[in-house]
């Protein structure tokens, strides 16, 4: 690990945030083209369109359980490279797909890139920064897809107007990938993903599943990622709430950006972890079940926006327990957010499912109620953890 943070780190820092970030950007616009997609295939049924995101979630979950093995045989340089390559051809493919599972393979492809990225975050952070800019840098990686998320919400909209078709549009940001990628050849570097005379640069996912901890972080982060895509995607078609769903979801994704930016400050005044965990799932569980079942607009708004505030402050302190517990090294880090993003994502799939299946039998009051005790993982796993903080 450097203990002197230096401009290379900082360049490395912001190539690869940005590359991640625009990840997010490309997704997105591709998710708003929908539409126009479906027509250019000849498809009817919006229900194919669902294939799109079960190619991402199975590109996520692959990608994650062979990020460290991926890590360990092309070292740093060319595996994140790989990643950051990965997205711009998954853009590639798609856009020229002469069929749709051409196109599906294309997001499949980009997915995966993404998936690769967001294990490598860790690692990376781990080697180049130490100290207080530590938890500064996690916040910052932990809000990059949101970052991205705003980007797509200010740029996506004007560049559709401008280049009016889709294959036009979803190569401007194509470009920007691509760009970012080149960045990364220029400015990217190999680095030790273990100290000397240890083995953990050959820590593997099988060795990390032996070890407890690495079933409580996901365990633990599951809960929060499920409560959080119910409320962007199921909790707006509901009609369950006291004013419009739709906006209260809105409200979440802002008060997740304010939350990120508070964890920044969090991070730099107060130094254990499993407090704020604790705390924070207690309080975005509540939240959540005063934005469902309140009359009143008001106080559903302001829960709303505090849960997305609580659902994205500890965040940093979640991350921060694998990067400190003893012993801990890029190579071996890199193993457990592996298993930590993979783990994460089934249980959400699963949990997804069953919450699609209560909705079909028993409505969405029903499934909401489900969400909010699912929820409370968050609250339950800061109990568990290790307190790895000072």
Not at 142 to 168: E, F, T
Not at 278 to 288: E, N, P, R, T, Y
Not at 319 to 328: F, H, R, S, T
Not at 364 to 383: E, H, K, P
Request: hydrophobic share 60%; proline share 4%; aromatic share 14%.
């Amino acid at each position: 690990m450097n203990e002197k943070t230096t401009s290379r780190a900082w360049i490395i820092e912001i190539v690869m945030f940005f590359t991640y970030a625009f990840f997010a950007v490309n997704w997105i616009a591709g998710s708003t083209l929908t539409p126009q997609i479906m027509e250019h295939f000849g498809l009817t049924s919006f229900a194919s369109a669902t294939l799109i995101s079960n190619a991402i979630t199975l590109a996520k979950i692959i990608g994650n359980f062979l990020a460290a093995g991926i890590l360990v045989k092309l070292m740093p340089k060319k595996a994140i490279g790989l990643g950051s390559l990965l997205i711009v051809l998954g853009c590639v493919i798609a856009i020229f797909a002469p069929a749709y599972w051409m196109f599906i393979l294309g997001r499949f492809v980009m997915g995966f890139g993404g998936a690769l990225y967001v294990v490598y975050f860790s690692p990376v952070v781990l080697h180049y920064f130490s100290g207080k800019v530590l938890p500064v840098v996690n916040t910052l990686n932990s809000a990059a897809y949101n970052i991205g998320s705003i980007l797509a919400m200010i740029i996506v909209a004007p560049v559709i107007a401008w280049l009016k078709n889709w294959q036009y549009s979803m190569a401007f940001f194509a470009v920007i990938s691509a760009i970012l990628f080149v960045l990364w050849l220029m400015f990217g570097e190999n680095f030790q993903l273990a100290s000397k005379g240890s083995n953990a640069q050959s820590f593997t996912i099988a060795q990390a599943m032996k070890e407890k901890i690495n079933w409580l972080l996901p365990l633990t982060y599951s809960g929060l990622l499920t409560f959080y895509l119910v409320l962007l995607t199921i909790f707006p078609i509901s009609g369950f709430a006291a004013i419009n769903a739709s906006s209260l979801s809105t409200l979440v994704a802002v008060g997740g950006i304010v939350g990120s930016l508070a964890a920044i400050w969090l991070a730099r005044v107060y130094h254990k972890r499993r407090p704020v965990i604790i705390l924070c799932g207690a309080i975005m569980s509540a939240c959540g079940a005063l934005m469902m079942f309140t009359q009143n607009g008001v106080l559903a708004a302001i829960a709303a926006f505090l849960i997305g505030f609580f659902m994205f402050l500890p965040m940093t302190s979640l991350v921060l327990i694998p990067q400190e517990l003893p012993g801990m090294t890029p190579g071996k880090l890199t193993a457990v957010m592996g298993l930590f993003w993979a783990v994460s994502y089934i249980i959400e799939t699963l949990l997804y499912f069953v919450i699609g299946f209560i909705v079909d039998g028993f409505g969405y009051q029903a499934a909401m109620i489900f969400t909010l005790v699912v929820s409370l993982t968050f609250f339950i796993g800061g109990f568990l953890l290790p307190e790895t903080g000072k």
